[in-house]
């Protein structure tokens, strides 16, 4: 059911509780979260014992995100890069977009 929804892209706050799939939902996933939902201030994932998600895509390039908040990943091996956020050959550093630029906190429980 939730990868069937798209929140509104004025959303500030983006609560989960009892997450049990075996990926984030498609519309976490793409790289291009930070254009549609670039209000998001506030994440927090809470995921159930038996959840399979592995990977988790960077929000790192949400421009507000203040606080991350991620509960119970106890499969979660990497955090993913996506293609875009890689610099390109000959692109100056100066030139990439400072990951999580407004971040205040960031609290992970239950992960290896």
């Known amino acids: 059911v939730l990868d069937g929804l ?3 892209a004025n959303l500030r706050n983006l609560r989960i509780k009892g997450y049990n799939g075996e990926s984030l939902p498609s519309w976490m996933m793409k790289n291009q979260l930070h254009c549609s939902l670039p209000n998001l201030m506030r994440i927090q994932i809470y995921f159930k014992d038996s959840c399979k ?18 509960w119970g990943l106890n499969s ?21 977009a400072p990951l999580f630029p407004s971040l205040e906190g960031l609290e992970l429980w239950r992960m290896p």
């Open 6 to 8: 798209q929140p509104h």
């Open 53 to 70: 998600v592995t990977n988790l895509c960077s929000f790192g390039r949400l421009p507000h995100l203040r606080w991350l908040w991620l």
């Open 76 to 96: 979660v091996e990497y955090i993913e890069e996506d293609e875009d956020d890689a610099p390109v050959m000959g692109e100056a550093i100066s030139e990439v």
